[in-house]
Every structure is written in structure tokens, then in C-alpha cells.
């Protein structure tokens, strides 16, 4: 089959067609995650003429999948979610100092100059937290859970200029790998394990998958934290978590987790979209398309 | 990235979510093909969740991308177009019997049992063809033009019970070429090459680029056909071609291309969709997802 387009581009519910971009998200599940329907909210929103599709990948299969994706002339970007972080590091041709330092991506250009990755996981929290009405800059910061997700947001905490971060994990081990990584990305930085009292912190950040409901425990004892420190967790479901809540009741300023998200999708698409000079100039690759 | 859907399947403009099969065209253009919005519209109405994107894959590349596209499990089905349908065959675990005749496919289903290719260019026109009122059985067809679409059509004129087939190009060795194809494909069969009077013919098929415009040399002379004769035009632009638009003022009945194509997005939507028992039937291998 070939034939012509007839009907507009981007702003109908059937809104795609020959001359769409196309961008994806790797996962492994892939039935449970929502960038495609909030990339094309977006997209619609804005008339780009671009979609995002999900892509199920098994782990043994990504490297074969992501190369030949090369080879789609109209495909654009590649968001990457679990468990595809770590690996897809090392199928990229270049990658920005904190998707490095963190030892993951989740977000890969395709340009003329190869694939081209970052993590946003950090810059999306962070760009979530000051619409919270959060400020990092010379901030004693605390991070519970030293998974994925931590290890992103203290790098990007460290990066917005945190006075010192103090990590705790349930696993010892865990908060202590992150604290050295912390280091070694930024040398003579303040980051040290912690146990699990806030007091002291003025910035609380639950990245543990710990009190999401009220049945579950709390990720740190609420009424231990300080008057007038900030809390966030980057739990999605519910909205507003029972760790929150509980914040909230004593008054504190609170960052839900869907603020991380929604400022993520805004990054990661800019960081698609390189149309603009300013992703030019800071992604001097280029594009395929 | 990895968080939960909250919105329905389906039915929005931003229809796409994580549970989203993904079917595909490609192609070497691609931006000019329509269809992306056609079967999309198709999925809406019956509330599929599924998906058509267009993928820009150049030949060098077609037999990497399709290989990788295996492994990507909602992967459901690949619309082939020009220039790949030949070299699309070659790919193939298993084919029908008329995708081997043709020697070309536009249409494979991913399934558990492999690659299974099929080509519908032929049957999409015969179902346009009944559709506008004309009757193959016992009825002497003449095509113009010998290329793949001429050579899809011819076979499903065989296969829907012609009395005989002739068939005039230009270049009278791509006419022979699809008259031994047809007769090696259907053993003592009535075809012939055969020039470029339409006297005689119940059914007149244009399979070749002329008369789309008044300031084209038509592919036939419209008063040397047959009263009662029944004539067709694959192109689709315009939609009412230069060639038909003289047929029907001698009042003879006409199927214009758009029909072809129509019946074939509905043939191949159904190919992909093995949920029915008749296409599991049809093709037992079963799908991955």
C-alpha cells in the first residue's frame, strides 16, 4: 500500500500519520506505565507531530532492539524504565556527566552523532520540588531508600547545591554504596548514612516504596521532623501518600510524587525535541530527523 | 520512569497506553502513506487498543529491523510498502500460498510460531471490486500495467473465478513476465499478453499510473470498451480519475482505488487480530500477545 494524506497533522484523536516522529518507552512490564499517555497529551497539546508508544523488551533483547531502532529514520527518543536503566548505559554513544555519576539512563537521543542519554529521575524531582515551594540551595537534605530513584535524586540534589545529604536505607549496605557514589561524583561533598530520625533535616525525601497507605509503615516518624522542613515522596498511587498526609496534618510543605513525573515528561521532551538552539547547543549531535 | 495508568483505554485522543499493541508501517519514503490515520481511525471506532506507526526503514536495513522487531512482545503486526514488499518475503517463517504466487507481501503477523506473511493488495481489490457492483466469476479481465500491484490483482482475478486474464504494459516483457507468473501460479489458466484494446472485456482494470489527470494520456480508450463493461482504477488521486470519470459518462460501472485500499485495512486489521477463532483457524500459529 501507498498512498497520500489527506486529513490535518496532530490535533485529531486519529493523530498520526506518515510524517509522525516516533518515540518510545522500553520496560519490562510495560502494561502499567503511563508516559504514553501523558508524551501524548503533550504532544497534542502543543500540535508536535509526534507520538510515544510502549515497547515490551526482556532485558536479553534490549541491546538488539535499541541498535536497530538506529536504523528508524523517523524514530526520535527512547524513554527507558525498569529494569533497562542500568543496561541501556552501556549501548550509548554518548552521555551527560550525571547519567555517569549515576550509573544510569532513562531517556536516549537518537541523533547523527549516535545515541545520545540522560537521566531526568534527578531533574525531574528537583524541577518538582521547587514548584512545591522547596529549596534546595544550602538545605540538609535527607533521602530514605538508596534504590534507583535515590541515587538520581541525590545526585541532582547535590547538583542544585544541598549543604549535605544524609542517606538511609533499610539495607546498611545499600545507603553506604550510595553515599561513596555520591562522593565520588562530588568530591569533598557532605553525604554520610544516617539512621532513621529527620530531625536536623530540612528537606525529607521518601524514595523508598514505604508509606504509600495507611497500612503500611511510615517511611520515617512524622512527628519527629522539623517545623518548617519540606517534605517530598515520589510514591504515585495514592496522589497524596499516608506519609504525606500525615505531614501535611503538622503543617510541613509537602511535594507529591506526580510533580516529579510531570516535570520529568516536560525535560525528557525537550531533551527529544531538539528543534530548539538551546538543545543545539546542548546537544551538539544533532538529530536523524 | 515507571508509574500507573489512571485514564481509559482506547477512547481519548491521547489513546495510547502501556497495554497498547503496536502494529507498523514501513516504508523507504514513508511520510506520504495514509496508512497511520486510516487504521488508527479503525482501531477508535471498535475500541482496539492498538496502534499503527510509520516507521522510515531503508532496505539495507529492513531485514535488521524486522529480526529486532520480534523481540519486541506487543509487537502485533507490519503493513509492508514499497520498495520492501519483495525482500519482505524473504524474511518470512511461513507465507500463503498467494503471498508466494505474488512473490511479494505487504502484511505480516508477529506470532509465537514465527513471521507469517500475507499479501492483500489482491484481495483488497476484489473486495473494492464486488463492492462497486462487478462480478468476476466467468468474466474476462483485462489489466493494465504489469507491476506488483498488477501482479497481486491478477492473482485474485484468478483466484475469484475469471474466465481469463489479459494483460497489456507498455513494456510488453513485464506483460509476458506476469502471464508466465499467472499461469505458473494457476496451471492452465486462460491468460495472455495482449495490447491496448479493452474491445471484448467484461471487466477493465488500470493497474498503472496513467489517466490519473485530464493532462495525462489515458490508459485505454473508454469508447473502444464494452457496453455493460465494468472498469476500475487503483489510484487515489483524485479520487475519481480522469480515466473513470470518461468511463462513467459512457455509463459503464466504475470502482474508484480508494475502495481497494479501504477493504484491504480491513482485510490486514483483521489478519493482525488473530482474537477470532476463523483466524486462528486460518493462521494456527497463534500470536505473541
New interface residues.
Partial sequence: ???????KVGR?????????R?CA?V?DP????????RF??QY?KKGDNA????????PE?LA??V???R?????QGL?I??PHKQQALRLLDHCTPRAKRIGAV?AIRFTLGGLYGDNF?GEGFARGLAASGGRVRGKRVMIIGAGGAGHAIADAMAEHGAESIGVHDLDRHRADHLVANLRSGWPGFDAESVDNDPAGFDIIINASPAGGNVDQALPTDPARIDAGAHVADIL??PRITAFLKACEARGLGVMP?YLM?DN??EAIAEFFDASSAEAAERYPHGKT?
Same sequence: chains 1, 2.
Fill in positions: 500500500m501507498e498512498f497520500s494524506n489527506v486529513s485529531e484523536p486519529h493523530f498520526l500519520n506518515g510524517a509522525t516516533i518507552i520496560g510495560i502494561e502499567q506505565v503511563g508516559s504514553p499517555e501524548n497529551q497534542q507520538v510515544l508508544i510502549p515497547l515490551h523488551v526482556t533483547d538488539a532492539v541498535k536497530s531502532l536504523a528508524v529514520r523517523n524514530f524513554v524504565t525498569v532513562n529521575d504515585l498511587k510524587g513525573l520529568q515528561i530527523y
